[in-house]
């Protein structure tokens, strides 16, 4: 299996929007229910939102109202707009299929560093 690759990430102020995508390999993408997850230092990794392969999403309350998650099949990528950005959303956000693989897998992307400045 291939890692999937994110991007997008970067330095923003608080209340700034970053968008970030997630290129995803392997087959059948359309039929996979996607998530992305963060860790912040020190934190364990968390879920932050998943768009199911029949559109149905679902977010963190953290999030919700702030970030949009959606997906493109035919580019095999995923999507998160963030909105509304604050210090504690200082993260390095991942992508994965569900579900999940173990914490410790090398089958986890390297990730995107997203850091909001107050």
């Known amino acids: 299996q291939v890692q999937p690759v994110e991007s997008g990430g970067g330095l923003v102020q608080a209340g700034g929007s970053l968008r970030l995508s997630c290129r995803a390999f392997?087959?059948?993408?359309?039929?996979?229910?996607m998530a992305w997850y963060r860790q912040a230092p020190g934190k364990q990794r968390e879920w932050v939102a998943t768009?199911?392969?029949?559109?149905?999403?679902y977010y963190a309350d953290s999030v919700k109202g702030r970030f949009t998650i959606s997906r493109d099949n035919d580019a095999n990528t995923v999507y998160l707009q963030m909105n509304s950005l604050a210090p504690s959303d200082t993260a390095i956000y991942y992508c994965?299929?569900?579900?999940?693989?173990?914490?410790?897998?090398?089958?986890w992307g390297q990730g995107t560093q997203v850091t909001v400045s107050s």
């Open positions: 994965t299929s569900l579900p999940p693989p173990p914490e410790h897998s090398g089958d």
């Open positions: 392997g087959r059948f993408f359309s039929i996979k229910n």
């Open positions: 768009v199911y392969s029949g559109l149905a999403t």
